[in-house]
């Protein structure tokens, strides 16, 4: 296979209600749509999942977008590629960027399966029809907001709930969402907002009756994390923002940082690595479940077709279409019948760009050939 043109739409989608992390509030989301077409026609898509602000990870959306354009790009043009395989290895002398480098992998991904007349789903080994999914709540300004929150998403056929938590929203938070759901699956989620003199509050929440607490700390920690999660009776340490490859997975296991991993495709670098990720999480008896990043429909249909694996039986933070956005990018919105999502079937990952809805948020369009 060999690669013609890119296009790159920069795209704004207003979000259904603000989303408030400890790292701050979003009202849209923004990112780049990166479409990849080959010698025979193909366009394959990926989506650029890096924030505007460098608070998630270092990388920015418009930093990522020039790595694309002057670095991932470039690498590709010319090149005949065999495998979707060899992309990664392509890429592998540039340090970091990863959501970078994944949403141009991710959109080559997307042509192999489409040459390949399958699904993406299929193309990855992937074996269910339909995935259990669960939803991720931002912070409320009460508790009180945050029950009823809960409740319309208990309501509304999800049965795994997961809550972000910072230094005064914490405990009491979850007790009332734990008297009033005695039952749920709950989360929290902190987002790195808390430090080694709040270890022995932490340590409370063991008292609730919830699955994991992810990434309590640093982005660069394990010592704590190992600290944590040792002390911890029941509840699992989950680690997000310290896992961007294969080998801090290893090192986390290996200092026992942790029981559980939010694999994200975007900021490990792609397909390729998730997926090895998801093997070793298998082989040695880690909780692995897909988490999200507020994607639209493009990146969410890769979420889908990799949470489809059998090393994923945990629900992740998936969610239909309509818990973030009224109007996506894609034709087919993903839907939330029972408690679970379709996969996807169609060639590739298996829905349809919406070119007028792509035209009504898309703030700027650009061709680059690559010859």
């Not at 997961?162 to 008297?179: C, E, M, T």
């Not at 989360?187 to 409370?204: G, I, M, Q, V």
């Amino acid at each position: 296979m060999k690669l013609n043109k890119a296009y790159l739409y920069k795209v704004h989608l207003p979000l259904v209600s603000p989303f408030r992390t400890s790292y701050g509030i979003l009202h849209q989301k923004s990112f780049y749509l990166i479409g990849l077409e080959d010698e025979l026609g193909n366009i394959g898509y990926g989506e650029l999942e890096a924030f505007p602000l460098p608070d998630y990870t270092e990388e920015t959306l418009e930093g990522a977008k020039q790595v694309v354009t002057d670095f991932l790009l470039e690498e590709l043009s010319g090149k005949e590629i065999e495998q979707p395989e060899q992309v990664s290895q392509i890429f592998a002398w540039i340090r970091g960027n990863e959501m970078a480098k994944a949403s141009v992998e991710s959109a080559c991904y997307d042509l192999f399966a489409k040459r390949q007349k399958t699904s993406l789903a299929h193309f990855i080994g992937a074996k269910k029809k339909e995935i259990s999914v669960g939803v991720s709540i931002g912070i409320q300004k009460n508790k009180r907001s945050l029950v009823e929150k809960v409740r319309s998403y208990v309501s509304a056929g999800y049965g795994r709930v997961k809550v972000k938590i910072q230094p005064g929203a914490d405990f009491s938070y979850l007790k009332a969402v734990r008297d009033e759901f005695p039952e749920l699956p709950l989360l929290a989620d902190a987002n790195s907002a808390y430090k080694e003199e709040d270890l022995n509050d932490l340590l409370r929440l063991d008292q609730l009756n919830i699955t994991m607490i992810e990434q309590p700390f640093g982005v660069r920690d394990l010592w704590l994390h190992a600290e944590l999660q040792k002390r911890l009776e029941r509840m699992a340490v989950c680690l997000d923002e310290n896992i961007r490859s294969l080998e801090d997975v290893k090192q986390a296991f290996t200092f026992g940082s942790c029981r559980a991993i939010n694999l994200k495709m975007a900021r490990v670098g792609g397909l390729q690595e998730a997926l090895q990720i998801a093997e070793f999480c298998k082989q040695r008896k880690i909780i692995v479940w897909c988490g999200g990043m507020l994607e639209a429909g493009v990146g969410r249909a890769y979420n889908v077709a990799l949470a489809a694996r059998n090393e994923f039986q945990f629900p992740g933070d998936i969610s239909a279409t309509d818990r973030y956005f009224e109007q996506d990018i894609i034709k087919q919105n993903f839907e939330l019948i029972n408690g679970k999502i379709h996969v996807p079937e169609g060639m590739g990952i298996g829905v349809e760009i919406d070119e007028q809805a792509l035209s009504r948020f898309a703030e700027s369009f650009e061709t680059i050939l690559l010859d």
